[in-house]
């Protein structure tokens, strides 16, 4: 029974996207797909399964299955799982490669792949000795990219907090109530039955483990380190309504742990030169010298890795854009190379009929006398 065009078209089309997805992504994207399908394949294995997920009480001598930090972020037992986790690497290829450079990106994802799953086990072993109940240490299993997902979302806040994917009568959805509507929404899933209790504990953790890494420690090319900007507060996460009271606890954890030196604070300056010496005029600005050409300012809210950010977008736009152009020179080249082609054939053709015209139009009489003499004419048509 032959399909429908529609249903041809379709196939061929979906065929055709695949292709050009598969053959624009990177090779490490390439490896991430490749490792999700065959921990999905593992699942219906039970040994293979039990071997590669966590278990809370195996992780431990004797058994010390040390390699599951590390195997579990690939294992799915749910096909619609391992679709998600396939778009989210595929953006991770697409978003934040090209502004953080591989190395930093792989490394976020193992980051996200080894913290989340440290703390579940935590969470899963102080909750099976507090209540006395041996199940979350056994039958509890833990497993999926949850973790980098969760990752994925704060990271996608830090760079690009503003484009509005939904606007409703009332409000407008941007990129930056993507991680808290993700988190309800996955507990709302555990709390139905959609998925395991590990899903939102892994989702919880890489969320609070890929802000403290954005904001504290992650290493830019401009020098400084983390990222103290005010939309990407702890508190920015949560309803405007909510922000002033959370900044207050917030704003002291985060002064006692500079006190620890855990954390830095950098200082937001801006560097002007000046074609005179300069004193100062506020609390504010700093002067290097008494005969320099250069004054800094310290301003409050002003953020260096802002504009090192922008300027690593713009670039990255820049870039795609270049590539835009030269492909449509490109194709331009080739439309007028074959413009000139097609004239240069109409000029040959138009050549060669003229010149067969006079032959083809030119005809011989035969005329006989009654002498017996004959004579040729050649008339023209």
């Known amino acids: 029974m032959a399909l429908p065009e529609n249903i041809l078209i379709f196939i061929k089309a979906a065929k055709s996207q695949s292709h050009e997805l598969i053959k624009s992504s990177s090779l490490f994207v390439k490896c991430l797909w490749i490792f999700m399908i065959i921990g999905y394949l593992l699942s219906y294995s039970h040994f293979l399964y039990h071997n590669t997920v966590i278990s809370a009480a195996e992780i431990f001598p004797p058994n010390f299955k040390i390699w599951t930090l590390f195997t579990h972020a690939f294992v799915e037992i749910h096909f619609w799982t391992l679709l998600c986790n396939l778009v989210v690497a595929f953006l991770y290829g697409q978003l934040l490669e090209p502004l953080w450079g591989g190395l930093e990106m792989y490394k976020f994802i193992l980051i996200n792949t080894f913290a989340p799953a440290i703390f579940a086990v935590f969470v899963f072993t102080v909750r099976s000795l507090t209540r006395q109940e041996a199940e979350y240490l056994f039958e509890y299993h833990i497993y999926g990219f949850s973790g980098s997902v ?20 009332n409000c407008k959805f941007q990129n930056r109530h993507i991680p808290l509507v993700l988190l309800f929404l996955v507990y709302l899933a555990s709390v139905i039955g959609i998925v395991e209790l590990t899903y939102p504990v892994l989702f919880t953790f890489g969320l609070l483990n890929s802000w403290v890494y954005l904001r504290f420690y992650q290493k830019h090319g401009n020098g400084y380190q983390g990222d103290s900007a005010e939309k990407f507060s702890l508190a920015s996460f949560f309803p405007v309504l909510l922000q002033p009271v959370l900044k207050v606890p917030s704003n002291a ?8 030196k855990l954390c830095k604070k950098n200082p937001s300056s801006t560097s002007i030169f000046t074609s005179a010496p300069s004193s100062p005029t506020s609390p504010h600005v700093l002067v290097t010298g008494s005969n320099t050409n250069t004054v800094v300012l310290n301003l409050p809210g002003t953020e260096p890795n802002d504009a090192f950010r922008q300027k690593q977008m713009a670039l990255k736009a820049l ?21 000139q082609s097609f004239s240069q054939q109409q000029q040959q053709q138009q050549q060669q009929q003229e010149e067969e015209l006079p032959r083809s139009r030119s005809f011989d009489h035969l005329i006989k006398f009654s002498d017996g003499t004959e004579f040729v004419s050649k008339s023209v048509k």
Do not use: Y
């Not at 704060?154 to 994917?165: F, G, H, I, N, Y």
């Not at 854009?321 to 331009?332: A, E, I, K, T």
């Open 319 to 339: 870039n795609s854009r270049l590539v835009r152009s030269d492909v449509m020179n490109m194709h331009g080249a080739v439309d007028s190379h074959s413009q």
């Open 150 to 169: 969760a990752g994925f979302c704060v990271a996608v806040k830090q760079v690009m907090p503003e484009p509005v994917l939904f606007t409703f009568p």
């Open 253 to 260: 954890i985060f002064s006692f742990l500079v006190t620890l």
